[in-house]
């Protein structure tokens, strides 16, 4: 599959006309570059006054990575989007930067990533970032195709931030963070209860979404809600001065 026939421009119009949130349109585009790329995970990092967050993924693979990453500030996540560069990572084994984030990946079973930038230079910049189990695992996929899904999308994130870059802009931010936070609070409660790891309890957690037709997010707003009693709390994203 080719760039031009994969996803261009008209696509990514498609997907703005079709999504009703930022939140959707960047849901939309993780999905895709997995299925493109074959990956076990995807997610897009978004950096605002400083502090990163997963603001969408696929696959049950990307969030803890992405979280090591943000817990010691490096992470080829995070130099992607600093400085706007794509970090293609092929043998984390082999990795000699970020501390001992490369082990972790590898003991996590990912050996290979790649991170590309979106709207690079901006102050709403984010990350793409595809995580794999094999080494060199990116050597057989078009590279190509995935770079222009993320120069597409860079356009449409810039035109949503002038669109939007005030409160209606920070609300869909907030709106993503607290969709990732209940999700992990869920995700806690579920290995809890049945002593298996996040990949496992994300696996629970999807097909019971799945079986009872309904969104993930509000599955693990209800299985918190009845295990405490009240709707789960998610941390505030700070306002832009």
Not at 4 to 24: C, H, M, P, R, V
Not at 136 to 157: H, K, M, P, Y
Not at 205 to 212: E, I, P
Request: contains cysteine; proline residues 4%.
């Amino acid at each position: 599959m080719s760039a031009d026939n994969a996803y261009g421009s008209s696509q990514l119009t498609q997907w703005l006309l079709e999504t009703k949130s930022l939140e959707d349109f960047l849901q939309t585009l993780a999905d895709a570059a997995l299925e493109l790329s074959r990956a076990e995970g995807a997610g897009l990092t978004l950096e605002r006054d400083g502090r990163p967050l997963t603001v969408v993924s696929a696959g049950a693979a990307a969030t803890k990575l992405d979280e090591k990453q943000y817990g010691q500030d490096d992470g080829p996540c995070l130099q992607s989007l600093r400085t706007g560069e794509e970090l293609l990572v092929r043998d984390m084994l082999r990795e000699t930067r970020w501390d001992d984030y490369p082990a972790y990946a590898a003991a996590c079973g990912i050996r290979s990533s790649l991170s590309l930038p979106i709207a690079a230079d901006t102050h709403t910049a984010c990350a793409l970032n595809l995580y794999a189990g094999p080494p060199n695992a990116f050597e057989q996929v078009d590279l190509q195709a995935l770079r222009s899904l993320a120069s597409q999308a860079t356009g449409a994130v810039a035109l949503a931030q002038r669109i939007a870059d005030t409160q209606d802009f920070a609300d869909q931010m907030q709106a993503a963070m607290q969709s990732r936070s209940v999700i992990d609070q869920a995700l806690g409660v579920v290995m809890g209860q049945n002593r298996c790891t996040a990949d496992e309890a994300f696996g629970i957690l999807r097909s019971a979404s799945q079986h009872r037709n309904i969104k993930l997010r509000d599955l693990c707003v209800e299985l918190i809600t009845n295990l405490t009693g009240r709707p789960p709390t998610a941390p505030e994203l700070r306002h832009r001065p």
